[in-house]
Nanobody, 123 residues
Framework: QVQLVESGGGLVQAGGSLRLSCVASGRTFNSLTMAWFRQAPGKEREYVASISRGDSGTNYADSMKDRFTISRDNAKNTVYLQMDGLKSEDTAVYYC????????????????WGQGTQVTVSS
């Protein structure tokens, strides 16, 4: 089992920035592919970005790749999501996800999920 705990959400004005963090435990962190998803009220969960376990290759949803940056610190068992130029439509609960399978980053199936952190962007 993998436990994931997100933090860093909050209320921010449009145009501002936030950095989300997700700490993983239960498995060797550098064996995990990590990702961020989000879910806005009344909408389906949406893929944001992912980062591979080895060479730290990254993949982004097209609509977010210019404003969001995913990174990881294997020494801290933590994955980050830096969000800049936030817009009201970025308001959502952001979830951290993990998997151990060796699959391409374009495959967006994940086995382990955190509880989520709320991000609210005021216009």
């Amino acid at each position: 089992q993998v436990q994931l705990v997100e933090s860093g959400g909050g209320l921010v004005q449009a145009g501002g920035s936030l950095r989300l963090s997700c700490v993983a435990s239960g498995r060797t962190f550098n064996s995990l592919t990590m990702a961020w998803f989000r879910q806005a009220p009344g909408k389906e969960r949406e893929y944001v970005a992912s980062i591979s376990r080895g060479d730290s290759g990254t993949n982004y949803a097209d609509s977010m790749k210019d404003r969001f940056t995913i990174s990881r610190d294997n020494a801290k068992n933590t994955v980050y999501l830096q969000m800049d130029g936030l817009k009201s439509e970025d308001t959502a609960v952001y979830y951290c996800a993990a998997r151990q399978n060796i699959l391409p980053l374009v495959v967006r199936r994940y086995a382990y999920w955190g509880q989520g952190t709320q991000v609210t962007v005021s216009s």
